[in-house]
């Protein structure tokens, strides 16, 4: 079964940037240009960031942006602004057994 | 725009099963694929099944056994039992949508998800 691994946190000052490393396989990441990026404040429902890598949904700021190289997927959060402290999951399409899989989560702390 | 909202009993009893269901509105279920998405209190994301207006399900491997999603096209209802539950099982339960025109594999629409706490 597949598995993510995600730094369970990563902090930066007001205007900053941050990086999100998400390390999976060459059975999952490597395979599929499938990642997407969830940001999670307390008490809601995720909220999708970035899909198929590096795309934006409509009405999504920006300062994020998403990449990929070898089995590892990155989100950069620039311009680092209160708001942005929350929670982010990155999640990948696994093939047809696994389907998603979800990685662990990664606690975005404004300084 | 699409609006999802779960609903189901928010305590269950060890053994027994869960059930919630899912009321779409402001779109036709063909537009999306349905998903059911779990997260324990304090813990993360886990993705546990899917389900297409065809009826076409695609479940985690760990749940197969356990887990049933069914849809009801005139009700616009998405539907979740899981049997013989424990209280591993107790999670917020989440039902979210993938847009089969705007995003491939990815969930862009979520409801505010439905609390389910399983007791022994």
């Known amino acids: 079964q597949s598995a993510l691994t995600q730094p369970a946190s990563v902090s930066g000052s007001p205007g900053q940037s941050v990086t999100i490393s998400c390390s999976g396989s060459s059975n999952d990441i490597g395979r599929f240009d499938l990642v997407s990026w969830y940001q999670q404040h307390p008490g809601k429902p995720p909220k999708l960031i970035i899909f198929e890598v590096t795309k934006r949904p409509s009405g999504v700021s920006g300062r994020f942006a998403g990449s990929k190289s070898g089995n590892t997927a990155s989100l950069t959060i620039s311009g680092l602004q209160a708001e942005d402290e929350a929670e982010y999951y990155c999640c990948t399409f696994a093939g047809y057994t696994d389907f998603f899989v979800f990685g662990p989560g990664t606690k975005v702390t404004v300084l | 725009q699409v609006q999802l909202h779960e609903s189901g009993p928010g305590l269950v009893k060890s053994s027994e099963t869960l059930s919630l269901t899912c009321t779409v509105s402001g779109d036709s279920l063909n537009s999306h694929y349905w998903n059911w998405i779990r997260q324990p209190p304090g813990k993360g994301l886990e993705w546990i099944g899917q389900?297409?207006?065809?009826?076409?399900?695609k479940y985690k491997p760990s749940l197969d056994s356990r887990l049933t999603l069914s849809l009801d096209s005139s009700r616009k209802q998405l539907s979740l039992k899981l049997i013989s539950v424990d209280t591993s099982d107790t999670a917020t339960f989440y039902c979210?949508?993938?847009?089969?025109?705007?995003?491939?594999?990815?969930?862009?629409?979520w409801g505010l998800g439905a609390n389910v706490t399983v007791s022994s």
């Open positions: 389900i297409y207006v065809s009826g076409t399900t």
């Open positions: 979210a949508g993938s847009n089969r025109a705007l995003v491939n594999g990815a969930f862009d629409v």
